[in-house]
């Protein structure tokens, strides 16, 4: 999504500018202090005169920011939720920023043969709303942020101006070549962030209502057909007990009335997914990766802890993995990786990983 802002502040280890795009005025001073951002700002308008209205960009080198190497087939089809979900996996150990308390952006980078490397920002909730504030308080609304480091020429006003003005084309172009994190698009970050939060949690509410009993119903008149689904009973029965962390198959159960040849299908599909993900897991992994052990964590969603003796082990079975199940319905998500400190030499590293299975990427791929 392309911004347009009126003002474009940045904010360095040792210096701050404040960058008027209506009048093109620059102007640099110093951060004298150690403050976080927000009071950074809240500083500098104290002591620069400035144009205090209209929309803003914040660029802060105190922003955490990191590239993260993915194997492409790993990322291959994936929505941008669940592309940020897994680039939010990678870099939450690293930035200190509990899961579900940061904002996350990515911007791709460069390809490597089988691997894509992603510049990854995540700033905390807190910071955000910290910065609105203060920004909101001069009577200026914050639509994005952006990392930027020291090389930002903060000694000359007009190499400044220069180079914020070719900063604001690019973002205006809606994918600038880093990560720009869409902050605002209209009314403050904490009103719209608690209306949103509590309008999507009645709605969803009141769907896993409506949806239990439709499926619960559903479940009941397949079991009283003659299919018989002796090898993902267990999955059946897991289906039944976690409703609620299944809506958005019971949605597409529901959706789909089509009759009993396309229910008769997706059974098909579900009665042969766990033999093909286990024909085919030895194969992919090679003789360097030994599976440790395999545990439930949704219905048709498995978490798969391995031993690897090689420390690009862990990259290539996933990626073997991701590129033999192409078409299967299976997804490869990773979660964790590192390496053993009493066998470091030797590569050696233990690391997890998901596999999901949907039966709807099976038939959106089918003629």
Wanted: one cysteine or more.
């Amino acid at each position: 999504m392309s911004v347009n802002p009126d003002i474009i502040i940045v904010v360095g280890s040792s210096s701050i500018a404040f960058f008027d795009t209506r009048s093109s005025s620059c102007q640099v001073a110093s951060r004298s202090e150690i403050l976080n951002t927000a009071d950074t700002i809240s500083a500098m308008f104290e002591n620069l005169k400035a144009r205090k209205s209209g929309t803003a960009t914040v660029f802060s080198a105190d922003f955490f920011t990191q590239k993260v190497r993915l194997g492409i087939a790993q990322v291959r089809g994936l929505a941008e939720a669940d592309l940020l979900s897994v680039l939010e996996f990678e870099v939450e150990p690293f930035s200190n920023i509990p899961h579900g308390q940061g904002l996350i952006a990515c911007s791709p980078d460069k390809q490597i043969e089988n691997f894509s490397t992603w510049n990854v920002l995540h700033i905390s909730k807190t910071e955000v709303a910290g910065i609105s504030s203060v920004l909101r308080k001069q009577g200026i609304r914050l639509i994005s942020a952006g990392y930027i480091d020291d090389s930002f020429p903060f000694g000359d006003e007009e190499e400044a101006r220069t180079v914020l003005q070719e900063k604001l084309q690019e973002i205006k172009t809606g994918s600038p070549p880093f990560p720009l994190l869409i902050t605002l698009r209209t009314g403050s970050v904490e009103r719209r962030s608690i209306k949103v939060a509590v309008t999507a949690t009645i709605f969803i509410a009141a769907a896993c209502f409506c949806h239990f009993f439709f499926f619960n119903n559903r479940l009941s008149s397949l079991r009283e057909e003659s299919w018989k689904l002796d090898a993902i009973a267990f999955e059946i029965e897991d289906l039944n007990t976690g409703i609620r962390n299944c809506k958005s198959r019971i949605a597409s159960i529901e959706a789909e009335k089509t009759g009993r040849a396309r229910a008769d299908q997706r059974l098909s599909l579900h009665r042969s997914a766990l033999s093909t993900l286990f024909r085919i897991l030895p194969d992919s992994c090679g003789d360097d990766v030994f599976i440790q052990s395999i545990s439930p964590v949704n219905p048709f969603e498995l978490r798969l802890s391995a031993f690897s003796s090689e420390s690009d082990g862990p990259y290539s079975c996933m990626d073997g993995l991701a590129s033999a199940l192409s078409g299967s319905g299976w997804t490869v998500m990773p979660e964790q990786a590192s390496n053993m400190e009493s066998a470091k030499s030797h590569g050696n590293a233990n690391f997890m990983f998901r596999v999901s299975f949907s039966e709807d990427r099976v038939l959106k791929e089918s003629p």
